[in-house]
Structures are given as C-alpha cells and as structure tokens.
C-alpha cells in the first residue's frame, strides 16, 4: 500500500461538478493499494498517520499530530501511485489491484482512520475527480506499507 500525504491548509474533491469531499486544515491522501495488500497494510498506514507528527508547535518544531490541531483527512482512490513508466512512454498500471479488490480495502483504511478518532471525508472511487488543494509548507510524504 503506498499513501502520498500533502498536508494542506484546505482541499476538496469535486465529481461531476459537485463537491463530495472538503477538508480545511489536514491531510489529503492520494491512496494506491496493490495485488498483495493486506487489512493489516492498511492498519499499519492508518496508525503511522494518525501519530505523525508534522505540525509545528509554539517552537516551530514538527512536534504535533493532525488530530492536536483539529485537522482532518480527505482520502482519494488513486490507483496511478502504482503507475510503472519504466518502459516506453504510456504508464503501467499492472501492480495497481483490481477495482474488486482495491474498494475494499480502501474503505477499510478510511474506516480505520476513523476509528483512530479522525474526521475522514472521501472521494469517490473510480470516479474522474478534480482534487484541489492549498499545500502547507509545503508537507509532501509517500508513505508505504512494505518498505518501497
């Protein structure tokens, strides 16, 4: 399971014209999941999430959690994170799971989320969606469950 992290100041997802998904402050997580993942990759990124610390505190020093500045997650299927380019010029998606498999499993991760006490809003899977966000910092993290 690989989750790129963009800290932002505020983000929304938008479907057909319509926002389904906003955020202010928090995290926007672009979620790619592979054939061989697991519930147990998706519980190990949830947790390393919630306790990361990349909020500076009164000192400036990346010391607090999202959930001790009351910010919250926007969650989105993203299935290219497993995109290969590198043979020829047209990406790869052969490591990304299967819709039938990768659903699940991210709405597993989102539900751990919540169960770790975080306000989670979502995209929509296998939706076109247009994510707009305001980077903090910014904070860009790739996060992976088996060591990238």
């Known amino acids: 399971m690989r989750v790129l992290l963009q800290r932002a100041k505020d983000a929304s997802v938008t479907v057909d014209g319509e926002i389904i998904g906003s955020i202010a402050k928090g995290y926007v997580l672009l979620v790619g999941i592979t054939h061989e993942d697991t519930e147990q990759d998706a519980e190990y990124i949830a947790k390393k999430i919630a306790g990361l610390r990349i909020y500076e505190d009164e000192d400036g020093k990346l ?5 001790e500045v009351g910010g919250a997650i926007l969650s989105v299927s993203q299935f290219t994170l497993y995109g290969n380019v590198q ?18 499993l991210w709405e ?18 296998g939706a076109m969606m247009d994510v707009q966000l305001t980077n903090d910092g910014p904070v860009t993290l790739l996060i992976e469950s088996k060591g990238g």
């Open 63 to 67: 010391n607090l959690s999202i959930d």
């Open 87 to 104: 043979k020829g010029r047209r990406p790869s998606f052969i490591e990304a799971a299967r819709p039938e498999t990768a659903e699940p």
């Open 108 to 125: 597993y991760f989102n539900e751990r989320l919540r169960d770790l006490g975080l306000d989670v809003e979502t995209g929509q899977f």
